[in-house]
């Protein structure tokens, strides 16, 4: 049997390497729920994706001020333990290392100036991918990207604006939101299947949200 090791060659005889498809899906994820997992092993599977990172954001600046957040070390580490022993997903805390404010276009041009050749795509939910014009450097975000988009319940239809380059793949859909998760954890109601058993056991033992362990 013939294995073909390294690169492959094409008819005209020009060695070509494969080019690396990696993904970028940034959140707050406080917490990271099944709906984000869902929808993310959907996206590498149906976009082809090499690999995903799921970005923690440092300071999520649309959000700062108007809640009180889980500090990021404790979001990096229900993350982690969210994507643990899941082929291609991985937790990035390169937001995190960043420091300040997390724009997803200083992401791209560092995951793109790490390995110029590699092509990247953002996956988005409809919802974010609405919100897009009101991003920090939403041109450099264009001329980087293509954009991976996922249909949200109660955003349905969301799109990102004129000029995006841009694919909707089908993934399950699943009402499930960080912030119905928070408020379950308040009210002390059930978060059995909306969370992995490794995210559970990292809030406890971290005592997040109000609850104990
Ligand atoms: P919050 O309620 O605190 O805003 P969230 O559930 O919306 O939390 P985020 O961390 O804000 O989660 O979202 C990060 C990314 O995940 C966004 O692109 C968002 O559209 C996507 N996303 C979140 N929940 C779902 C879901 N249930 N299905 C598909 N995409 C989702
Ligand atoms: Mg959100």
């Known amino acids: 049997m013939l294995t073909r090791v390294g690169p492959a060659r094409t008819l005209a005889g020009v060695t070509a390497t494969q080019r690396e ?14 709906g984000h997992l869902v ?5 590498r599977h ?5 690999r ?3 970005v923690v954001a440092n300071e999520p600046w649309q959000k700062s001020g108007l809640r009180d957040l889980t500090p990021a070390s404790d979001r990096l580490a229900m993350v ?9 997903l991985e937790a990035s805390d ?24 590699r092509d990247l795509f953002l996956v988005l939910g409809s919802d974010a991918a609405a919100g897009l014009p009101t991003w920090e450097g939403v041109d450099r975000i264009r001329k980087l990207t293509r954009i991976v988009l996922v249909e949200r319940p109660g955003s349905e239809g969301g799109r990102p604006p004129e000029g995006f380059d841009y694919e909707v793949v089908s993934v399950p859909l699943l009402d499930i939101s960080s912030t119905d998760v928070r408020a379950r954890c308040v009210d002390g109601r059930p978060l059995d299947y909306l969370l992995t ?15 104990r362990p």
């Not at 929808?39 to 996206?43: E, G, M, P």
């Not at 982690?80 to 291609?88: C, I, L, P, S």
């Not at 058993?197 to 609850?211: K, Q, S």
Request: glycine content about 12%; overall charge neutral.
């Open 52 to 54: 995903l990172l799921l």
């Open 21 to 34: 498809r990696i993904g970028i899906f940034g959140g707050t994820f406080d917490p990271p729920h099944v």
């Open 46 to 50: 149906e976009a082809r994706l090499d």
């Open 94 to 117: 390169l937001e995190i290392r960043r420091g300040g404010p997390s724009y997803t276009a200083d992401t791209l041009e560092t995951l793109r100036s790490e390995d110029p050749s």
């Open 197 to 211: 058993r490794g995210v559970v056991d990292c809030i406890r033992r971290r005592r997040l949200y109000g609850v």
């Open 80 to 88: 982690q333990a969210a994507v643990d022993g899941v082929a291609g």
């Open 39 to 43: 929808a993310a092993v959907n996206a």
